[in-house]
């Protein structure tokens, strides 16, 4: 923590010294494409994102000795949300503080942007990884995530039929202006009043502190966002008898377009029933090979479950983690603010995530 607050007051590494840490440029790209093809067996994402991340900035380049060994992206979300990913070092160039060092330096540069919210994860697998976040970057852990994964081969024709689990109508995928439900059917496109409190009142939102999850990025749940994910077509009721009794936000998978990935499902058994039908049904439109959510809270991990998804076999949880600026913010502000201003900072219901404005 110290080394974070007051870098000046740690003693510079031979790393750190020689380290320059510069933002991306598009000239950078075969550097990275070369980096990255040897990261995860060849899987890493960031390739799929370089051009849009130098666009937008917050893309950091680390070079030593005019050579490209590392880098980082900081992205803001939402005015002041800021989130952190996609720390990478060479695998020639590991296990000499470069990763600490490029940690430390994304981490003062996105400090400089006065954010209100500053978040990252990783799976607690990656006990390398953890250790850069919690000792040397001095995040503190906000919240977890189990990881469901699933395959929709199993519905296709001639595979074993799924559990019924309700009448269920047929609907198409959630694709384009066409609308795809009629009005009387359980399922729906709910009204935006509709879903901010089905989603308030989760089980899952208190669980995650107010966060949903996206392929690996969670990010608050505001009124803005969720009008951006209605208008994406993303967010699909249940209703019975008029009542809200279901919901399912559910998007292209961030890294593999044809594949799906479950933002949030809640809802009665009927309710998941019809969700599972949909998903398979959409899972064979788009030719997905694969489907992944997260859940926060048990219910939404049932929930998961019902819907055909199992535990990733290999990561136990997957870990959000909050650099700890409330505190450093609420100390400044009550220097200059009255008692009732002070209070209610402090009261939960002003919490950012609840402020949905
Ligand atoms: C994670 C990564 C960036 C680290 O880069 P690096 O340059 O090797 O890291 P550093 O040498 O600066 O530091 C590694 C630290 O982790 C520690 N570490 C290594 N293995 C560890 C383990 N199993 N448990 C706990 N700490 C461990 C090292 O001891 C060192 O800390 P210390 O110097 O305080 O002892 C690099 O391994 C990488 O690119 N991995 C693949 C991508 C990835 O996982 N990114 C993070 C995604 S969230």
């Excluded at 852990?141 to 199993?154: D, H, I, L, S």
């Excluded at 899972?283 to 055909?308: F, P």
Aim: hydrophobic letters at 40%; a positive charge; glycine letters at 8%.
């Amino acid at each position: 923590m110290s080394e974070v607050r007051s870098p000046e007051g740690r003693r510079p590494s031979a790393v750190s010294r020689k380290l320059s840490v510069r933002p991306m440029t598009m000239a950078d790209k075969p550097a990275v494409l070369r980096i990255s093809s040897r990261i995860w067996e060849g899987n890493d994402y960031v390739p799929l994102f370089f051009d849009h991340w130098v666009r937008g900035g917050g893309f950091w380049a680390a070079e030593l000795r005019g050579r490209i060994v590392g880098y980082g992206k900081a992205t803001e979300f939402a005015p002041g949300e800021w989130w952190l990913e996609g720390l990478r070092v060479d695998p020639r160039c590991r296990k000499r503080g470069i990763g600490k060092e490029l940690s430390r330096q994304v981490l003062h540069r996105t400090l400089d942007e006065r954010p209100v919210s500053l978040r990252l994860a990783t799976a607690d697998v990656n006990r390398e990884s953890m250790h850069i976040i919690t000792t040397v970057m001095g995040f503190k852990p906000y919240t977890q995530y189990r990881f469901f994964v699933g395959k929709p081969e199993a519905t296709r024709p001639g595979a074993r039929p799924v559990r019924k689990m309700g009448t269920v109508p047929r609907v198409r995928a959630l694709r384009g202006a066409v609308p795809v439900f009629q009005s009387h059917a359980p399922l729906v496109r709910p009204a935006a009043r509709e879903v901010l409190d089905f989603i308030q009142q989760s089980p899952e939102l208190s669980a995650s502190r107010g966060l949903l999850q996206y392929t690996w990025l969670f990010r608050q749940v505001s009124r803005r966002y969720l009008a951006e994910l209605k208008k994406g077509d993303h967010v699909l009721g249940y209703r019975v008898g008029g009542r809200p009794a279901g919901l399912m936000i559910i998007r292209p998978h961030r890294y593999r377009g044809n594949d799906l990935d479950i933002s949030f499902v809640a809802g009665s058994e009927v309710a998941l029933g019809a969700f599972r039908s949909f998903l398979y049904q959409r899972a064979r439109d788009c030719d997905a090979k694969n489907i992944s959510g997260m859940a926060a809270s048990k219910e939404m991990a049932a929930a998961l479950k019902s819907l055909g998804l199992e535990p990733h076999p290999h990561i136990g949880r997957v870990l959000v983690y909050e650099y700890p600026i409330q505190a450093k913010v609420q100390r400044t502000k009550s220097e200059g603010q009255s008692k009732g201003e002070v209070e209610k900072d402090r009261n939960p219901s002003y919490l950012p995530f609840l402020r949905l404005a």
